[in-house]
């Protein structure tokens, strides 16, 4: 589902390059008013993201440091948390495009070599190798508990199109940045499997629901199978890659928010740029302290683990509604950029919009209250933006 995504977006990609990523996409081939109203659904989503990856640091941090390790921290610091982790994501985004991104990539490769050489000790220590796993045997509510997972699997590849806003800061962008969505996706789609795979047999395929209820089960499973050292560098790892992602959303967002204010579809001074490190400054600061607002809120309102919940719901909603829009958009794009379109281009624009309705139909299988209200959030955003649109698309 995700590579098939990739696919459409990278194709856009080699025909358009822009700050403004899918905003500029579905622009250049709807034209403006539909491409304000995805530029805004993108920065609502994203920066609910960031919440979410900042609320994720605030809970489960020092949850995690109580049960696997002994460390308890006063439940006060949450903020402080929240802050360090979205205002360590402003200074490396503020500090410039390559430094920001050479950051990100280092981190996620040394995340990766290390998650994949732990993962294949416990492969080895396991004892319960099968391919049954890659079967629905072990799926629990069979069609419904497939789409829980199906949700949750895309919102954890969610952030492979965060390349496309860079449209305008990198070499021979239409080409780069095509291939980059496509081995972006391929390599965490193959890293996730090999993942899902080493974490389930090593705790048990028939224990599976024991697995999901567990706070931080992958962290447990090495302290016990493996050695409290190796957990405590993965905790670590866990840690850095909640400051890692928050660098790459923030990149991505600030750039969208920029491009939309050079348009003049937001207020032109979030157009400004740094004048030597070349980055979009007010931007950056305007992602950053929305998204602490929202996390802090929501904290204060309905407590750290609902608030989680909520950002959760509410940016999923937001990425498969931009993902759909994105998806229907190819051929108008072909066709606008002088190119032509034939039933290829068509089918994949529809299989790609009937996997994401899937997915939109699992995000309704666990109602709640902060499930609920992160779809009136999302609904409210929806309105607002289509009222900008309507106002600012003339």
């Given at each position: 589902m995700v590579l098939l995504n990739a696919v459409i977006i990278s194709r856009l990609s080699k025909r358009v390059a822009s700050a403004g990523g899918y905003y500029a996409y579905v622009k250049a081939g709807h034209g403006k008013r539909l491409g304000i109203f995805t530029g805004m659904m993108y920065i609502f989503y994203q920066i609910m993201a960031i919440s979410f990856v900042g609320l994720s640091m605030s809970v489960f941090v020092p949850a995690m440091l109580?049960?696997?390790?002994?460390?308890?921290?006063?439940?006060?610091?949450?903020?402080?948390?929240?802050?360090?982790?979205l205002g360590l994501a402003f200074a490396l985004s503020y500090s410039g495009i390559r430094e920001s991104t050479r950051f990100s990539f280092v981190m996620a490769a040394i995340e990766m070599i290390t998650v994949t050489v732990l993962g294949a000790i416990l492969i080895v220590k396991s004892g319960n190798n099968t391919l049954s796993v890659f079967t629905p045997k072990y799926a629990s509510g069979g069609l419904t508990g497939i789409a829980l997972v199906t949700l949750f699997m895309y919102t954890a590849c969610a952030g492979f199109g965060n390349s496309t806003p860079l449209g305008e800061e990198t070499k021979n962008a239409k080409t780069n940045i095509s291939r980059a969505l496509i081995l972006t996706s391929v390599m965490l789609g193959a890293f996730f499997i090999f993942s899902a795979y080493a974490f389930t047999v090593a705790?048990?395929?028939?224990?599976?629901?024991?697995?999901?209820?567990?706070?931080?089960?992958?962290?447990?499973?090495?302290?016990?199978?493996?050695?409290?050292?190796?957990?405590?560098?993965?905790?670590?790892?866990?840690?850095?890659?909640?400051?890692?992602?928050?660098?790459?959303?923030?990149?991505?967002?600030?750039?969208?928010?920029?491009?939309?204010?050079?348009d003049g579809v937001l207020p032109q001074a979030i157009s400004s740029v740094q004048g030597k490190r070349l980055t979009p400054h007010v931007a950056a600061f305007v992602t950053f302290f929305s998204a602490l607002f929202i996390a802090s809120v929501s904290t204060l309102i309905i407590g750290g683990f609902n608030a989680f919940l909520l950002t959760a719901t509410a940016a999923t909603l937001g990425t498969l509604l931009v993902h759909v829009i994105i998806n229907l958009s190819m051929p108008s794009v072909i066709k606008n950029s002088g190119g032509t379109y034939g039933p290829i281009d068509l089918l994949l624009a529809v299989a790609a919009v009937i996997v994401l309705a899937f997915v939109f139909y699992g995000t309704f299988l666990s109602i709640s209250p902060p499930v609920v209200a992160g779809a009136l959030i999302f609904a409210a955003f929806t309105i607002a933006s289509v009222a900008l649109a309507l106002s600012k698309g003339r």
């Open positions: 109580s049960q696997v390790f002994n460390l308890n921290i006063p439940s006060y610091l949450w903020f402080v948390l929240l802050l360090a982790t705790w048990g395929p028939a224990q599976m629901d024991t697995y999901a209820s567990a706070l931080v089960p992958g962290v447990s499973l090495i302290y016990d199978k493996i050695s409290p050292y190796a957990a405590a560098f993965l905790a670590l790892l866990f840690i850095n890659s909640l400051f890692t992602g928050a660098v790459v959303l923030t990149n991505s967002t600030s750039r969208v928010m920029f491009d939309m204010g050079r």
